[in-house]
Nanobody
Framework: QVQLVESGGGLVQAGGSLRLSCAASGRTFSSYAMGWFRQAPGKEREFVSAISWDRGATYYADSVKGRFTISRANAKNTVYLQMNSLKPEDAAIYYC???????????????WGQGTQVAVSS
């Protein structure tokens, strides 16, 4: 099993920045990809960003391209999400997820953290 712990959430003014961290642990941790998702009140959970663990290829939702940057620290099994130019619509609970494998080229996110809240004041 894999445990994921997010940190770094908080309150920030519109236009400000935050960096989220996600630490993964487990007896035999391995991951095809790790990603970030978010869920705002009354809305469905949506994809934000992901990074492949082998090559470090990155992927972003159109809504955050140019503002958010995902990165990884392999030795520490940690993934980061640098969020710049934050907007009120970015406010949500942000969840870290790990995909041990893929199915038909789609990452299977089987492990999820408890989430960290990001609030953006306007």
């Amino acid at each position: 099993q894999v445990q994921l712990v997010e940190s770094g959430g908080g309150l920030v003014q519109a236009g400000g920045s935050l960096r989220l961290s996600c630490a993964a642990s487990g007896r035999t941790f391995s991951s095809y990809a790790m990603g970030w998702f978010r869920q705002a009140p009354g809305k469905e959970r949506e994809f934000v960003s992901a990074i492949s663990w082998d090559r470090g290829a990155t992927y972003y939702a159109d809504s955050v391209k140019g503002r958010f940057t995902i990165s990884r620290a392999n030795a520490k099994n940690t993934v980061y999400l640098q969020m710049n130019s934050l907007k009120p619509e970015d406010a949500a609970i942000y969840y870290c997820a790990a995909a041990p494998s893929s199915r038909y080229d789609v990452p299977q996110y089987d492990y999820w953290g408890q989430g960290t809240q990001v609030a953006v004041s306007s």
